[in-house]
């Protein structure tokens, strides 16, 4: 008990400072985990949505593999990023090992199946209501995604927030592909890890406070977008 | 005034802007730009000291050099570089090196500092460790069959936990016997949590802050020091070495300059590393 | 900019099943231009897929559909639903949203917003969002999106059956404008009022069969068949054929 208030304090402390490398870490994480969710957001909205109306072949095995790799370990992601960013692999060339982008390239990829499996049930459910009027519209399968895509805009705001969520809290990935380097790939969860193994206990509960608080920020502002829509579209 | 590209355009305009903002926010915020940084490939236990910290600011502002390190266990430390994926190799686990530099992977081996391991323990020392006998102290430690935490992770001081062992012809087994498999830190924490022995380096320790009841029990003994050596990792295996900056920053290391800059970082008044480069160790 | 032609719509031997259920059965029925045709018959007879099945929104099981000749769904045609589907944006929105589909654009496409919504009497509440619009203001917003198209043919299905009479008296009205602007009509009711007043040819279905193919007044004063004389009396309002309504 003596260290979570201990920490609590501290976590007060360094907020008010403003210590810069403090700063710093929250910075670069907010930035690579907001870039991933952007990217997954990108490919997996427009994904899943074409998913969800469009019947093909092999639609179900589709599915059915999306909600299998939803539970794929994030450390076998980071390890497959690594392998392929690594000097010794496919695309070492691009030299963007232990750098933030190859954070991002691993967030995203984990955050993906995500993002797809659940914009695929928000059409899903959707497009029960919109699918005669749309096609009695003569709307073009790109057109209805896109449609689509805006008009759940809101609950499609939630995804994203989950994909957010999950970007942010990543761990092993993060630091294989990134390296934990001090000022370039540091984020706030690699630096929680690592003051925990240095047994600077009290710090990184701050740090894992502040990270909590960002998260709660960010559900709040969206479920404040949520309320205010609700009352203005119905 | 309304819009005259269809909303559709409109909203894909829209989300490419975006993406684009974002990427250039990305890119704005990647570090300065490629050239004189060189990645080094070094130890959790050397990170955790605060080392790096204290040395690197010299570094840059003696040779303008930024030097990331990615610390990782010696083994991977090790293996990054023979992959290519870091410039120079800063470990502490000389059989390994001199394997390295045998396979071809790095160009030459050049001590550059020591610090000490020691054994922890719990205040009340049940194995009756204390003393300056590491060799000793283990044999006491098995035979009473206390709480040990071991690393287990092919990291240097688990290799040299591992020869301190087979010098004292033990193979520790037991459920007294824990291999956390995980860095310096984190099997300290195992130690402190569970009040058991553990074999660590001064520098972790001496900035470890959950130490709980354990105290260092067992120091001084000259197989307990810990031997650096830094190697440049072989350009003619791997082109994209900077070996240029990479030897720039090991010839730092070796000058006077670097080994002062080494023997200057202390915690509480106390000296973690002791260079000693050209020694020959 | 020649258009294909769509008339005259010729469904030939149509049957829609769904799993073992058969929604209609071997119907034959050709639409012709400047027709007002109302399809009456009891729930679940098959007013509702045999429309959707006119429209081209279903595939018939058997049958084909053609259009002058053509398999080949020419664009120009409108549905009104049961249920109108809005989109989350205003009604003049949603308008325009329908008229960026067919591809028209900048003044033009204003132009014809705004005089849809006029027609409808719908000017006031152009920049409301749509969903929060009543039920009757959102079934003319669902007229005025088809208008603004001037579609050659309008399909509705139960336009007036979920209104009040007010709503529902104001939504003839627009359905009548339409018609005298020069489109085909072709809907699905089971209000007989409506029917008689909106309709000059009556296309009779029980269970899933076409049993009349008559002209409005005669229908209602002559029947030709005792299923189409006991449904307007009104002892035929459930067939239990299939349960399925398309809107629900």
Known sequence: ?234 | MGWNIAPFIRRLTVTWMVAAATAALLLASAPVPAQDFITVASTTSTEQSGLFKHLLPEVKKATGIEVRVVAVGTGQALDMARRGDADVVLVHDRAAEEKFLAEGNGVKRYPVMYNDLVIVGPKSDPAGAKGKDVIAALKRIAGAQVPFASRGDNSGTDAAEKRYWKAAHIEPKGSWYRETGSGMGATLNTASGMNAYALTDRGTWLSFKNRGDLVILVQGDRRLFNQYGVMLVNPAKHPQVKKELGQKFIDYLLSPAGQAAIASYKIGGDELFFPNAGSGA | MAKPPIFPIDGRGLTVRFGRVTAISDIDLSIHGTRRLAILGANGAGKSVLLRTLHGLIQPTEGTVTWCGSPLRPPDQAMVFQRPVMLRRTALANVQYALDVHGVEGNEREMRTREALKRVGLTAIANRQARVLSFGEQQRLALARAWALRPRILYLDEPTSSLDPTAATEVERVIHEIQVAGTTIVVTTHVLGFARRIADEIVFLHKGRLLERTPVDRFFSNPQTPEAERFLKGELPWDGISRRSFGD
Request: charged share 15%; aromatic share 6%.
């Open chain 1, 1 to 234: 008990m003596e260290d979570l208030s201990a920490s609590f304090i501290l976590a007060l402390r360094l907020i008010a400072g403003g210590d810069e490398e403090l700063r710093e870490i929250v910075a670069l994480s907010l930035e690579v985990s907001l870039a991933s969710t952007l990217f997954a957001c990108i490919v997996g909205l427009p994904a899943g949505a074409f998913v969800a109306i469009r019947p093909f072949i092999g639609r179900r095995a589709v599915i059915v593999t999306l909600n299998a790799l939803l539970g794929l370990p994030s450390v076998v992601v980071g390890l497959l990023v690594y392998l392929l960013l690594s000097r010794a692999g496919p695309l070492g060339q691009l030299g963007i090992l232990f750098t933030p982008q190859a954070i991002v390239i691993a967030q995203t990829i984990l955050v993906l199946p995500m993002v797809i499996a659940l914009a695929r049930q928000f059409v899903d459910d959707a497009w029960h209501e919109y699918r005669e009027q749309l096609m009695s519209l003569g709307v073009s399968l790109a057109r209805a995604i896109a449609t689509l895509l805006w008009d759940l805009r809101y609950s499609l705001l939630t995804v994203a927030l989950a994909a957010f969520g999950r970007a942010a809290s990543e761990v092993g990935a993060v630091m294989i592909v990134g390296g934990n380097i001090d000022g370039v790939t540091r984020v706030m969860t690699t630096a929680i890890a690592l003051e925990t193994t240095k047994g600077d206990l009290p710090l990184a509960l701050g740090l894992g406070l502040i990270l909590i608080l960002v998260v709660l920020a960010l559900n709040a502002a969206v479920f404040a977008v949520r309320e205010w829509s609700l009352r203005r579209h119905g």
